[in-house]
């Protein structure tokens, strides 16, 4: 793509589905040989700063920087590190609004790789199936550490979950500040961007409503 048409294009989203653009070939190397060529290319980059790469204090941080990406704040994109989501037969019975407020968003925006932070809020009602708890968590870290749209984010979670679950009853909200919004551009600082995905029962408004209302009182009752 020409710089022009980048320019043109700006911060617009654009996606042609909900999964995360991945080659084919993604997933042909190892990490240690994508650390190896990240590092490389890295050191071209301070390079290019005119960072002087013999200091100490820079020396390792082609390194450092390659073992980031590929381990931490990208593990999301290798399917194999998916949580196992564990769940159990509702013998209980339990048939309410069942919530997982509060998660946190540690991830990074794809347009400019600077930093997303925010929460996720999820809501389900069980049929026959309940998840730990903790599962789901592990699930929205797991989607949140790749390169990002929130709305993309945002479906991928509730994708996973009602597939996991076997409802479609399942809604999930994200609210977090964009560090492209507010350390560039526009520098914003205050601005927080929040989407919501839902289906099954969570279509109706009042049902929507309901989980809408039980996030607020949770959150000023902690």
Known sequence: MRIEDIELLGDAHISTSIDTPLRADAFDKSDDEKIEVIQHHFKAIMHELGLDLNDDSLSGTPYRFAKMYVKELFYGLNPSNRPK?????????????????????????????????????????????????????????????????????????????????????????????HLCVSSRGIKDKNSSTTTMEYGGCFLNLEERNTFLKQIDLLRNQF
Do not use: W
């Open 85 to 177: 989501l564990s769940t159990f037969k509702n013998k209980y019975g339990y048939k309410k609004l069942l919530i997982e407020q509060d998660i946190t968003i540690d991830s990074s925006c794809e347009h400019h790789f600077l930093p997303i932070m925010g929460k996720a809020h999820i809501g389900y009602i069980p049929k026959d199936k309940v998840i730990g708890l903790s599962k789901i968590n592990r699930l929205v870290d797991y989607y949140a550490h790749r390169p990002q749209v929130q709305e993309r984010l945002c479906l991928q979670i509730l994708k996973d979950l009602q597939d996991v679950l076997e409802t479609e009853d399942v809604i999930v909200v994200i609210n977090a500040k």
